[in-house]
C-alpha cells in the first residue's frame, strides 16, 4: 500500500453524492436549526430537521456545509442517520458513531464532531421554539 491515505469509499460517495442538501425556512415552527463552526479549521455546518410535532419524530433533515470532504461527508450521513429517529435517540449520537462509519482517520474526528454539535443545536432550537409556542 502506498504513504498517502486514502479516504474510504462511503466518504467519497457521500461527498460526491451528498444526501438531503437544502435549507428550510428557519421561522418555520416544526424546524430546529444547528448552524455550528468547527474552532480547528474554520469549518461551518448547517444542519435543519424538520419534526412531527405530536410524535416528536424527525420526518425531514436538510443541511449545507462548507467545509472538507470530511465534514461533508459526516453531515450528509448525519441526514440519512437521523430521519425518522426520535429528539431523544438523534441527541444520543456520538460522533464517534460516525467516524466509524465512514472509517475517517483520527485527524478528520473533529469534522465528525461538527455533524454531533450541529444535530445538537437543530435539536435544542427547536425545542426552544417549542416551549415558547408552548407558553404564548
Ligand atoms: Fe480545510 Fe477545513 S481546514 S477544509
Ligand atoms: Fe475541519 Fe474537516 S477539516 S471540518
Same mark, same amino acid.
Given at each position: 500500500a502506498g504513504s498517502?491515505?486514502?479516504?474510504?469509499?462511503k466518504v467519497i460517495d457521500h461527498y460526491t453524492n451528498p444526501r438531503n442538501v437544502g435549507s428550510f425556512d428557519k421561522k418555520l415552527q416544526d424546524v430546529g436549526t444547528g448552524l455550528v463552526g468547527a474552532? +480547528?479549521? /474554520? $469549518?461551518?455546518m448547517k444542519l435543519q430537521i424538520q419534526v412531527d410535532d405530536k410524535t416528536g419524530v424527525i420526518k425531514n433533515v436538510?443541511?449545507?456545509t462548507f467545509g472538507c470532504g470530511s +465534514?461533508?461527508?459526516?453531515?450528509?450521513?448525519?441526514? %440519512?442517520l437521523v430521519r /425518522?429517529?426520535?429528539? %431523544? $435517540?438523534a441527541a444520543k449520537i456520538?460522533?464517534?458513531e460516525i467516524a466509524r462509519e465512514l472509517s475517517l482517520p483520527p485527524v478528520k474526528?473533529?469534522?465528525?464532531?461538527? +455533524? %454531533? $454539535? +450541529?444535530i445538537k443545536a437543530a435539536i435544542k432550537d427547536y425545542r426552544s421554539k417549542r416551549k415558547a409556542t408552548v407558553l404564548k
Open positions: 498517502r491515505r486514502m479516504y474510504h469509499p474552532p +480547528a479549521c /474554520g $469549518d461551518v436538510k443541511f449545507k +465534514a461533508i461527508a459526516s453531515s450528509s450521513y448525519m441526514t %440519512e /425518522g429517529m426520535t429528539l %431523544e $435517540d456520538k460522533n464517534t474526528l473533529h469534522c465528525s464532531m461538527l +455533524a %454531533e $454539535d +450541529a
